[in-house]
Structures are given as structure tokens and as C-alpha cells.
């Protein structure tokens, strides 16, 4: 399958269950996180950003944390769905950087029906 | 209407070929992107332009060339291509200063044969 040889940490689910993706980052000076979904064969695609003012923000389904004393952001996927199944980044902007996001390693999610 | 479009999708060619991998954006956006991506799914920015002109550019070899003939593409030219350089590409775009939002092509998978 796709995730051989990837070496990606890897996530699987039940469907319905819920899902916590996590993400650490070394740079104090990032003051913007983002998660990106990839579905395979596609572009990555954006999903819920978070400031470094906040600790949490939450979307459709979808919540962030952020702990900054610890550098930890996750993604939190409530009811995972078969559609969730995908490669999820974290990815980080450094203040004063307008122009480059760094992306982290990527979790690849597979969601079990 | 497709938001960032890459051609071609796919690209295989042999060891010292030169090729060009094209991106347009329909999204009015004044910053547009390059990112390599590997067979591990590490995602790195190679490249960002920002109405035409280069503001990032991350230690890519200088047969990588990109050129931006307006706002709305940019293009990526690679000269003596190497096995190494095998990867899928990836085209991105954002409004100026937020690279954070960022909208991804679909990508080109280049094969260096």
C-alpha cells in the first residue's frame, strides 16, 4: 500500500472514533501554526490555523491546541470519517516571516470503516 | 475553476534533460511558492516570489531557475536533471505576507530516469 516505505507516523482509526494528531516545533519565535490535509495524489490543503496568543480554536469538526510552554500543537478530528483518511502536516511560521511556512513531518491517518 | 493549476502532472525523463514545470493562480494572489516534495512526504519550500520578485530562495541548486513572467505564474526550469531531483512539485500561492493560507496545486510527479 501508499505507506510503505513512507516511515510516516502513522494514525488508524475506527470510524466515529475520535482522532488526536500530534506535532511538536523547536522555534520560539513561530507565532502562527497550520495544519494541512493531503489526500493522496493532491495538493496539500488547508485545514485550521491557530496564533500563538491562543490555546485553542476550534472548526467544523476540528479543534487545535496549542501549548507553547511545551512547543505541542494537535489536531483534534471528532466522528473521523473515510473521507478524514489522509496525510496531515503541521506547519509554522516565524514571526517577521511573511513569505515561508516549514512544514513538519506529516501523520499519515487511516480511518478503519 | 481550477484556483492553482500545475502542467504537466506527471514527467519522466532521462538523466541531463533539461524541463519545465508551469503554475498559474486565478486567485488574484501576489506571493506564489515551489515546494519539493519527497518520497517520505517531507515537504520543503524550494522558492517564494512575491509580485514577481524573489524573496525566498532555500539553498536550491541554481539549476533549479524559477521565473515569474507576472502575478499570476511561476514557472520552474531545471537544467541537467538528476536522479535526485525525482519528487513531486508543488506550485502554492497566497495573498502578500500570508503564507500561512496558502492554496497548493495538484502537483507534478517528475521521474528522473
Known amino acids: 500500500g501508499e505507506s510503505v516505505g513512507l516511515h510516516l507516523p502513522t494514525l488508524s482509526v475506527q470510524e466515529g472514533d475520535n482522532s488526536i494528531i500530534n506535532c511538536a516545533y523547536s522555534n520560539s519565535a513561530s507565532d502562527y501554526f497550520i495544519w494541512y490535509k493531503q489526500e493522496s495524489g493532491k495538493g496539500p490543503q488547508f485545514i485550521i490555523d491557530i496564533r500563538s496568543n491562543m490555546d485553542k480554536r476550534q472548526g467544523q469538526r476540528v479543534t487545535v491546541l496549542l501549548n507553547k510552554t511545551v512547543k505541542h500543537l494537535s489536531l483534534q478530528i471528532a466522528a473521523t470519517q473515510p473521507g478524514d483518511s489522509a496525510v496531515y502536516f503541521c506547519?509554522?511560521?516565524?514571526?517577521?516571516?511573511?513569505?515561508?511556512?516549514?512544514f513538519g513531518k506529516g501523520t499519515l491517518l487511516t480511518v478503519n470503516p | 475553476d481550477t484556483a492553482v493549476s500545475q502542467t504537466p502532472k506527471y514527467l519522466v525523463t532521462q538523466m541531463g534533460n533539461d524541463k519545465s514545470i508551469k503554475c498559474e493562480q486565478n486567485l488574484g494572489h501576489d506571493t506564489m511558492y515551489w515546494y519539493k516534495q519527497d518520497s517520505k512526504k517531507f515537504l520543503k519550500i524550494m522558492f517564494s516570489?512575491?509580485?514577481?520578485?524573489?524573496?525566498i530562495n532555500e539553498t536550491v541548486p541554481n539549476r533549479f531557475s524559477p521565473k515569474s513572467p507576472d502575478k499570476a505564474h511561476l514557472n520552474l526550469h531545471i537544467n541537467s536533471l538528476e536522479l535526485g531531483d525525482s519528487a513531486v512539485y508543488f506550485c502554492?500561492?497566497?495573498?502578500?505576507?500570508?503564507?500561512?493560507?496558502?492554496?497548493f496545486g495538484p502537483g507534478t510527479r517528475l521521474t528522473v530516469l
Open positions: 502554492a500561492s497566497s495573498q502578500e505576507g500570508l503564507a500561512g493560507t496558502q492554496y
Open positions: 506547519a509554522e511560521n516565524i514571526r517577521g516571516s511573511n513569505y515561508k511556512l516549514t
Open positions: 516570489y512575491n509580485n514577481k520578485e524573489l524573496i
